[in-house]
T-cell receptor
Framework: AQSVAQPEDQVNVAEGNPLTVKCTYSVSGNPYLFWYVQYPNRGLQFLLKYITGDNLVKGSYGFEAEFNKSQTSFHLKKPSALVSDSALYFCAVRDLFNKLTFGTGTQLKVEL | DADVTQTPRNRITKTGKRIMLECSQTKGHDRMYWYRQDPGLGLRLIYYSFDVKDINKGEISDGYSVSRQAQAKFSLSLESAIPNQTALYFC???????????FGPGTRLTVL
C-alpha cells in the first residue's frame, strides 16, 4: 500500500527566509505526487504536482518542489517566505486507481 | 474553489439523526470524491465515483452512504450519526484525463 509521511507537524520560519516542508513517500511504480495548501476555514487548494520530467517542479504562489527518486522525497520549497504563506500543507501520492493518499499535514507558520 | 460547492458549510446534529451533505460542481468532471479530515490524520477517502453508475468504497466507508444523482452532484449521507463522525468533510472532483483533484470549501459537521 502506498503511503506519505510528513515528519514535521509544524514548521516555523521568519518572513524573508527560505522555507522547506518535507515529504517522503512509498508507492509501487512511478510516483504521481501533489502538494495542496489549506488556509483557515477554506478547502484544499492545488499547489503543484510531479508526474514526470524535470525533478524541480514550479507551482502557484512562488512555491516549488524537488522530486528525489533515490530518497523517495518530494519536499516543498520557497526561496522567501511570506506571512501570508502561513497555512496547513498536505503532500499526497496517487495510486494506479487515481486515488490520493494524503500525509497528515504540516502547519507552516511564518513570523515577522 | 467556486467551481465545487458544498452545502451546508456547517452543521450541528445529534446522535442517531440522519444527515445528508451535498456537493455540486460546474467543472464538468466525471470523477467525484468524498473525504473526511481529522486533526493529525490528514484526509481519508470515504467514497468515490467515476461516473453516475460507478460508486466505490474508500478506506473508511463504514457508517456512510453516497448517491450520485447526476454527473454534477454527489451526496454523502450519514444514516445514523455518531459523535466520532464529527469532522471536516470535503468533496473533490477530477476530470477523466486530468491528474489533479479540485476540492470544495468543506462542511464542518459536529455530532453531539
Amino acid at each position: 500500500a502506498q503511503s506519505v509521511a510528513q515528519p514535521e507537524d509544524q514548521v516555523n520560519v521568519a518572513e524573508g527566509n527560505p522555507l522547506t516542508v518535507k515529504c517522503t513517500y512509498s508507492v509501487s511504480g512511478n510516483p504521481y505526487l501533489f502538494w495542496y495548501v489549506q488556509y483557515p476555514n477554506r478547502g484544499l487548494q492545488f499547489l503543484l504536482k510531479y508526474i514526470t520530467g524535470d525533478n524541480l517542479v514550479k507551482g502557484s504562489y512562488g512555491f516549488e518542489a524537488e522530486f528525489n527518486k533515490s530518497q523517495t522525497s518530494f519536499h516543498l520549497k520557497k526561496p522567501s517566505a511570506l506571512v501570508s504563506d502561513s497555512a496547513l500543507y498536505f503532500c499526497a501520492v496517487r495510486d494506479l486507481f487515481n486515488k490520493l493518499t494524503f500525509g497528515t499535514g504540516t502547519q507552516l507558520k511564518v513570523e515577522l | 474553489d467556486a467551481d465545487v460547492t458544498q452545502t451546508p458549510r456547517n452543521r450541528i446534529t445529534k446522535t442517531g439523526k440522519r444527515i445528508m451533505l451535498e456537493c455540486s460542481q460546474t467543472k464538468g468532471h466525471d470523477r467525484m470524491y468524498w473525504y473526511r479530515q481529522d486533526p493529525g490524520l490528514g484526509l481519508r477517502l470515504i467514497y468515490y465515483s467515476f461516473d453516475v453508475k460507478d460508486i466505490n468504497k474508500g478506506e473508511i466507508s463504514d457508517g456512510y452512504s453516497v448517491s450520485r444523482q447526476a454527473q454534477a452532484k454527489f451526496s454523502l449521507s450519514l444514516e445514523s450519526a455518531i459523535p466520532n463522525q464529527t469532522a471536516l468533510y470535503f468533496c473533490a472532483t477530477r476530470g477523466g484525463s486530468g491528474d489533479t483533484q479540485y476540492f470544495g470549501p468543506g462542511t464542518r459537521l459536529t455530532v453531539l
